[in-house]
């Protein structure tokens, strides 16, 4: 078992998901409904899955959640790169949340193969 609110890669999460709300806040409004909802709905099931398996008892448990927050980080990094295409907010905050998405990606996958 982990703490998790010690683990780095459920604090960078954190710090991601504050990120990307702020990123959201300067998207069209017409988006509220789609984009915006599920950036925030993708970047608050990183750390949630990180937290969540820290609780399993094995490792392979943990693995799994692991795994299902980096599909997360991809699924964001994905809708970030859609706002990239359509030119939707501030350029420089879009970078630094695909800078740390990136980031978070790797962390988790070293976390996870470390864990085994």
Request: hydrophobic share 35%; proline share 3%.
């Amino acid at each position: 078992m982990h703490n998790f609110r010690n683990l780095k890669i459920w604090q960078k999460s954190m710090d991601l998901t504050d990120l990307t709300l702020y990123y959201t806040s300067d998207l069209p409004p017409s988006e509220r409904y789609n984009l915006i909802d599920q950036m925030n709905r993708s970047s608050c099931s990183i750390p949630s899955n990180i937290a969540e398996g820290s609780g399993k008892r094995t490792i392979n448990h943990f693995a799994e959640f692991l795994t299902t927050a980096l599909t997360s980080t991809f699924e964001l990094e994905t809708q970030l790169l859609i706002c990239e295409r359509r030119k939707y907010g501030n350029s420089e905050k879009l970078q630094n949340c695909l800078a740390l998405t990136s980031e978070v990606q790797k962390m988790v996958f070293a976390f996870r193969d470390n864990l085994k």
